[in-house]
């Protein structure tokens, strides 16, 4: 794809905005209709997405940013338009996204959103040798400006949004579209842009996937591998329970209760002790008790079993093979200033390790490449 020369963007200028495309969102099936046609001439077009994770169980999209280089939008996915015209448009064009999995994953459930071409400045800034590569550290290091996070953690679906919010939301694309020309500078001159692109559509196939939550295993939460038995059975239990709480109240789960106090619930649970929380209605204090009860009083073949690590204990020619391309591996990291576990995580090399022909569905062609595969 031939990529189309950029007009001059600077992100100290002042944007001119568009007749009904105001400093509010773009809300009217008119609206949409404008920023279409704005967007029309571009190759490229920096997004990013807003939702409510933070406030409810059922996240949705609330707010979709574009930036041109004439401008900084904001589009209100709320607002009873149908967006499939502004989708088709932004999948023609070559997308700049900061950290794309999530945002890809979002538009794909919200507009059925399947973009021909990602451009990621976290691989981009990865792949130069970056260590700090958060939008907020890449906007700082190369335009010198430190943005505000007080809307990090805001409630996208409430109307109408704060101008604070509003200004967070815009900077949140502002950049992009010259971040992206820097790095991919940068790029060309460490000669790695072609691994880019390949670590780029690796990560937008990715996101097409639909993730299966496995039941036997996403009640283990980080530190629940530290408990066995009983205690195991009743943390498992919990932890459906609280989800069950969630999807009835619309609500995130850590809202109910949070992971360190599953845990701890556990444990004490196990020795005759039942944590009373006052927040709870009568009617969830109830089914709370009731489910610590019933997991106490499950049979010792019921209780979940020891999770361990899935194949076959490694052979002694699996280890030497693993540590000849961990020593590869960390070889070029050195040489390329780059982490080695974004050439290989240990996990990926141990899969190969084990079996081959797994290689080409984990790496993509550079990093398979540097692990002399």
Same mark, same amino acid.
Request: with cysteine; proline share 4%.
């Given at each position: ?201 690796? &990560?937008? =196939? *990715?996101? $097409?996937?639909?993730?299966? @939550? +496995?039941? !036997?295993?996403?009640?283990?939460? #980080?530190? /629940? ?6 205690? &195991?059975? =009743? *943390?498992? $239990?919990?932890?459906?329970? @609280? +989800?069950? !709480?969630?999807?009835?109240?619309? #609500?995130? /789960? ?11 619930? $556990?444990?004490?649970?196990? @020795? ?22 019933? $997991? ?78």
């Amino acid at each position: 794809m031939t990529k189309q020369e950029l007009p001059k963007f600077s992100p100290h200028s002042e944007f001119v905005n568009h007749s009904s495309l105001d400093d509010g969102l773009i809300s009217t099936p008119e609206q949409v209709g404008e920023l279409i046609f704005h967007i029309d001439p571009y190759g490229r077009v920096a997004i990013d997405t807003e939702a409510d994770s933070l406030h409810c169980y059922r996240e949705k999209l609330c707010l979709l940013q574009v930036s041109l280089p004439e401008g900084d939008f904001l589009v209100d996915p709320l607002a009873e338009n149908d967006l499939g015209a502004l989708a088709d448009t932004l999948a023609r064009k070559e997308i700049i996204l900061h950290g794309a999995d999530y945002d890809l994953r979002l538009l794909r459930r919200a507009l059925d959103f399947r973009p021909t071409r990602v451009f990621d400045t976290v691989i981009a800034a990865r792949l130069l040798g970056g260590r700090e590569f958060s939008y907020a550290a890449l906007v700082e290091k190369y335009f010198g400006i430190a943005l505000a996070k007080g809307s990090q953690k805001a409630n996208w679906a409430l109307r109408p949004l704060s101008e604070k919010m509003k200004e967070y939301a815009r900077n949140d694309t502002h950049y992009l579209l010259e971040l992206a020309e820097k790095l991919e500078k940068q790029l060309i001159e460490y000669d790695r842009v072609e691994w880019f692109w390949q670590s780029c559509d690796r &990560a937008m =196939v *990715l996101a $097409a996937i639909d993730r299966e @939550r +496995d039941i !036997e295993e996403v009640w283990r939460i #980080r530190g /629940s591998g530290l408990i066995r038995g009983r205690e &195991a059975a =009743v *943390l498992r $239990a919990l932890w459906y329970w @609280r +989800d069950s !709480e969630a999807q009835r109240f619309d #609500r995130p /789960s850590f809202h109910i209760l949070r992971n360190d106090q599953l845990l701890e619930i $556990a444990r004490a649970a196990v @020795r005759g002790e039942t944590p009373q929380f006052r927040h709870f209605s009568e009617r969830r204090a109830r089914d709370f008790r009731a489910t610590i009860e019933e $997991a106490l009083s499950l049979k010792e073949e019921e209780w979940p079993e020891t999770r361990r690590r899935l194949g076959e204990r490694p052979t002694r020619e699996m280890e030497r093979a693993a540590e000849a391309m961990r020593k590869r591996r960390d070889q070029a990291a050195h040489e390329m200033n780059m982490e080695p576990s974004f050439i290989a995580p240990r996990a990926t090399i141990d899969a190969i390790a084990a079996d081959k022909t797994c290689a080409d569905q984990l790496l993509v062609p550079w990093q398979r490449s540097l692990l002399g595969l």
